[in-house]
């Protein structure tokens, strides 16, 4: 086996310029992984030699990213927020853009005793970075299936967060009393969208991304069974799609929710709706 260094595997970056939106970050966090080392040792030592054991396990998981497996399932992990999160086949993998759902939830609430939910919860990454932001609330997590629930305990285990109970059932099913807030990010791909059959998505549970009535039943389903889990006054919060908005407020509006509006993601994109629930 030829000799390679640092700089060798990072040019193989070029090899996945039709297979990933950022190939060289995705090639330094494989070779990071690999030898165990920050990214910022790949730029202090560009031309030390990775040994006959190195070389192999990074040609590996060169040629795995190569058929198109998310970076996130080949570590086993994603950093979200300022936590990290172990992933699984069970879950979506947890995306920046849900950091604008994050953003608005804390916004909205002070930190100071509240109580708050997550439906739909995967990997936990939303509850867990509301957790670790704000101690005072009490966070409940939902999620429907067994894989993602002991997922999300255990993710809450590893960032050392207990202000955080994860329950299963399906949406607000498992909850009991009354909520300040209600945030989620379910199900809100058109079952027909062409783009299921690119990139990460096809790695991924169909469950946790499609839904009928054009992406948005679940979103229908969680916002009418929010009514009866709000506090008179508490927030309910979605992610959804970029074309999205408008369907969204529409349906706030027309079960009474008032002060609805909707956010904009660092992309410009129309990511996050959220209303207020006013008892009649």
Known sequence: MTDVCVADALAKA????????????????????????????LFTWPDKALNSEQQAAFDQLLARR????????????RDFWTLRLKVSTDTLIPRPDTECLVEQALSLLPNQPARVADLGTGTGAIALALASERPAWQLQATDFHPGAVALARTNAELNQLNNVEVLQGSWCEPL??????????????????????????????LTALIAEEEG??????????????????????????????????????????????TVRDLGGNERVTQGRWQEK
């Open 14 to 41: 070029e090899l996945l310029v039709n297979v990933s939106d950022s190939p060289r970050v995705d090639v330094e966090l494989l070779l990071c992984e690999v030898l165990d080392k920050p990214r910022s040792w």
């Open 66 to 77: 190569l058929q198109g497996e998310p970076v996130a399932h080949l570590l086993g992990y």
């Open 176 to 205: 009991s009393g009354r909520y300040d807030m209600l945030v989620s990010n379910p199900p809100y791909i058109n079952p027909e969208d062409p783009h299921l059959q690119q990139g990460d998505v096809r790695f991924e549970p």
């Open 216 to 261: 948005m039943a679940d979103i229908r389903q969680i916002a009418e069974q929010a009514t009866r889990h709000l506090c008179n006054g508490g927030w309910l919060l979605f992610e959804h799609g970029y074309d999205q908005g408008d369907a969204v407020r529409q349906c706030l509006t027309r079960l009474g929710y008032a002060e609805v509006e």
